[in-house]
């Protein structure tokens, strides 16, 4: 039959969802969270299973057989809350609109028709998936049953294989049952053995392996207090297993059969979810025209033209609307604030051009909640208007929560929270060439809508935030950072405009001597840049081995290439080439088009809400990314300048911040002591893994050891150590090998964090940022390889993030006590960029590493390495 049937415990699903999402109703008052989540899940299930088969199964009522072996079978539950039992009219109605079957069968449950079921597919060719919240349905695990466990919130399971069981829990899927008579279960009031939980029942069932075998050798149960209990309470142990059994042999009126999937009736699951109110689920089914069609509440807000002081309440929500991502440049839209004494909408010429908005902006005990701050901050500053006062960032907590969310977009995140009542951008904006401003009503109704879902939604995130720990993160590391770097975006870097012309001369005169020098050694005039003709000067005409092949014909790409290196004098000639054209095209031309007119500064935007590791990035241009590898690369940063007379630029970085923070995680003794000594940490492991002195580590022994440092920090393998090395396979799985022997600690990490992601389903860094990793438990090897390897990794790189980014806000603070002039310009990777009067240069030198270096408390000291000159490319 070669099928996969899926079989759901719909009651199990529908409480999990109901406890996991915020209480949410529609315009109608009817609550929707249960629906909504198990909608969530359904969606899931069926594009990520695919099933030829389907069921979920509910219980019937409260009474089953097992009450009549024991009356108090699930007595000890909670009664349903009236929120969840007015759901599940809607959840049936759900699974009629998805066209799936649904059964419930009187005096049995969920977990009988499902274990029922399961069984009769068993005898077919059928692969099995049970999901579920309830552990007792792992006795159904087997060869061909899989058991998903939902694990915290609605999306994240844990997939129960025989091999995945043994793994968790030491024990066979037969013997969960004999656990579950030993331990009890509290959920369900079935009593076990008092005094017997989990560990201690794992450990009698690997020694006697089931409950009767137990009792049967009852005598040679070690600890006298154990085996009275036990043998106290042999009823109650046999009993509850026989409670915890389920019944594979129900006399249910449906078979595997009648389960065929054929798809869902979109026109019924479009009734249902506009009923509900489900916009984003209409969203991921790709229904057309649907945000023309959300019916949003009336709302009623006041334009105003003359301020006063109840719109410019102390406690207010801000929307300062700016349509493009270039805020630096682009006009504000309009500003909407919301407030106790009603909802408003400010013309932008109103707001700039008023004395009174710009005192209540710049007012710090006006307290402000807003989304995106630093926009809002830098596109408010080139109009004049100092904003202050911001103390919640809705996009930051957004962030913070969930770093893997790239939605960008304040109603998207609105209404994964269920609030509907604002449109996307791109439904009022439009989008490509179609964008553009809309009338003035709809425009500012948008913005108001938008600062009501804010001013609805700040309780929520501040809620998860504590529940997170992550309280602390939001409002000492990253709030405070986005005024900065609105700062630092404000403030600009100033860009040598003829120097950057003078370069391009340079490499246009070099690229155009490479070009001949290419064409001489292919013996024939060709285009370089293009691969279908490069590829036959080098594979056909200078027969030069192929390494791979494509469609369209030989392939020529950089890895490629790098392999052919010592073939033949062509190849490093055109890598050269293509490196240099990268330079040419991509950064000299790009820094050129990107310097303000104005200023002659480039205003780069800083990313804070994007990586998943909290490591910043920048764009529009992008200086993180200067490639300094190459001598021509490197020399780009000669055209940063400082922005005034007699002023230096000053940078700072940190040395091997993320090894020091691997020793500081790890608790590794020998890497400690190696950066508490300050010793080379290169040439000691070399001395270690290689088991040599100091005097006798070759330059090639330090250069494998730094690529096993640095590789390790990023969960490296055995191929990928290869590769670096230019070694065999073979030969870089005993360097690793070796060096984990050497350094105990570090692999003690490396596993510990693995299992403490497959349990949590995310890590955490020193400053308790999150990365969730929900690949850490797939069956694809390829795929879980990766996400363990980011299971070791975030919590180094995004550790040594958080602290770079907590030296940002120290050194500011410092600056600024200290009254000193210098400013900070750029944050690029490990280094910290300043510009300042050269009369500071001394007082620099002794602040600078002294704020870095204490940013952050470690087992190891932090270093810090500065140099300065009159451009960034003197400061290295």
Not at 381 to 398: M, N, P, R, T, Y
Request: with cysteine.
């Amino acid at each position: 039959m070669g099928n996969k049937i899926v079989l759901i415990d719909g009651n199990s699903l529908a409480y999990r969802a109901f406890f996991a999402l915020p209480l949410l109703s529609n315009d109608k008052g009817v609550h929707t969270n249960a629906v909504y989540g198990f909608t969530m899940i359904l969606m899931r299930i069926l594009e990520e299973e695919k099933p030829s088969h389907i069921l979920v199964a509910f219980d019937a009522g409260k009474t089953t057989f097992r009450h009549s072996t024991f009356q108090e079978y699930k007595g000890g539950r909670q009664k349903t809350p009236p929120e969840l039992s007015e759901q599940m009219p809607f959840i049936r109605e759900l699974l009629d609109a998805y066209k799936i079957k649904r059964y419930e069968l009187e005096n049995y449950e969920a977990d009988d028709i499902i274990g029922t079921l399961s069984k009769q597919a068993e005898n077919e060719d059928t692969e099995i998936k049970v999901i579920t919240g309830d552990k007792d349905l792992l006795q159904l695990v087997s060869d061909k049953t899989t058991v998903d466990i939902t694990r915290k919130g609605i999306t994240e399971v844990d997939s129960y294989t025989p091999d995945f069981l043994f793994e968790k829990l030491g024990i066979s899927s037969v013997q969960v049952i004999d656990m579950k008579g030993l331990m009890g279960d509290t959920s369900d009031n079935i009593p076990g053995v008092p005094g017997v939980g989990e560990k201690t029942a794992i450990k009698l069932l690997k020694e006697y392996e089931t409950i009767e075998n137990l009792y049967e050798h009852l005598d040679e149960v070690s600890g006298k207090k154990l085996k009275e209990k036990l043998e106290e309470h042999k009823d109650s142990a046999f009993m509850s297993k026989q409670l915890a059994t389920i019944h594979r042999e129900a006399p249910i009126e449906v078979n595997v059969e009648d389960l065929t999937y054929v798809g869902y009736d979109e026109e019924k699951v479009v009734t249902l979810f506009k009923e509900l109110k489900f916009q984003s689920l209409l969203d991921k089914m790709n229904i057309t025209a649907v945000e023309e069609e959300v019916e949003l509440n009336e709302l009623s807000f006041e334009k105003v033209e003359e301020l006063n002081e109840d719109v410019l309440a102390k406690d207010s929500t801000l929307i300062v609307e700016v349509m493009e991502d270039h805020y630096h440049q682009a006009d504000i839209q309009g500003i909407a604030i919301i407030n106790e004494t009603g909802n408003y909408f400010i013309p932008t010429e109103v707001a700039i051009n008023s004395a009174e908005f710009k005192k209540w902006a710049k007012d710090e005990h006006a307290k402000k909640t807003i989304y995106d701050a630093k926009k809002a901050i830098v596109a408010l500053k080139c109009q004049g208007v100092d904003l202050q006062g911001v103390d919640f960032d809705l996009l930051i907590a957004s962030y913070i929560l969930n770093s893997a969310d790239e939605t960008g977009d304040l109603a998207t995140i609105a209404k994964n929270k269920g609030y509907y009542q604002v449109l996307t951008d791109e439904a009022v904006y439009g989008k490509g060439a179609k964008r553009g401003i809309p009338d003035e009503d709809k425009l500012s109704e948008h913005i108001v809508r938008k600062a009501l879902a804010l001013s609805k939604l700040r309780s929520q995130f501040e809620k998860e935030l504590e529940e997170n720990q992550q309280l602390e993160l939001y409002r000492e590391l990253e709030l405070p950072l986005a005024f900065i770097l609105a700062e630092m975006e404000y403030t600009g870097v100033k860009v040598d405009q003829n120097r950057l012309n003078d370069m391009q001369k340079e490499l246009s005169k070099r690229l155009e001597d490479l070009e001949k020098e290419i064409h001489q050694l292919a013996g024939e005039v060709f285009n370089i840049n293009s691969p279908k003709q490069l590829g036959v000067i080098l594979f056909e005409k200078l027969n030069l081995p192929a390494v791979k092949k494509t469609k369209t014909g030989y392939s020529t790409s950089a890895d490629v290439l790098e392999k052919l290196e010592g073939e033949h004098t062509i190849i490093p000639a055109i890598l050269t080439y293509r490196q240099l054209g990268k330079l040419n095209s991509t950064y000299l031309e790009g820094l050129l088009k990107v310097i303000n007119k104005e200023t002659k500064k480039v205003h780069t935007r800083f990313n804070q809400a994007l990586t998943q590791t909290g490591r910043l990035s920048s764009t529009d241009p992008n200086l993180q990314n200067i490639p300094i590898r190459l001598e021509e690369g490197r020399k780009i940063r000669q055209a940063f300048v400082p922005s005034e007379e007699g002023w230096i630029i000053f940078a700072a970085d940190y040395s091997q911040i993320e090894l020091r923070v691997l020793a500081h995680i790890a608790e590794d003794e020998k890497l400690i002591d190696a950066f508490q000594n300050d010793l080379d940490i290169h040439t000691k492991t070399a001395m270690d893994v290689f088991n040599v002195k100091a005097e006798d580590v070759t330059s090639d022994m330090r250069r494998q050891a730094k690529a096993v440092n640095f590789g390790i920090v990023y969960g490296i393998s055995d191929y990928g150590l290869s590769q670096g090395l230019g070694i065999t396979r073979k030969e870089a799985g005993t360097f690793i090998e070796k060096y984990l022997e050497s350094f105990p600690g570090v692999q003690e990490y490396m596993s510990d964090i693995v299992v403490q992601a497959k349990q949590a389903g995310f890590v955490t860094t020193l400053m308790q940022r999150r990365r969730y990793i929900p690949d850490i438990t797939s069956r694809n090897f390829n795929v879980r390889s990766f996400a363990e390897r980011t299971a070791m990794n975030t919590p180094i790189q995004g550790s040594a993030a958080d602290i770079i980014k907590k030296a940002m806000i120290d050194l500011a603070e410092a600056l600024k006590n200290e009254g000193l002039q210098a400013r900070l310009l750029l944050q690029v990777h490990d280094e910290l960029i300043v510009e300042a009067p050269e009369s500071e240069i001394e007082s620099l030198k002794e602040l600078v590493p002294r704020v870095m270096e204490n940013a952050l408390e470690l087992k190891v000291p932090l270093k810090v390495d500065y140099a300065y000159g009159p451009t960034w490319y003197d400061a290295k």
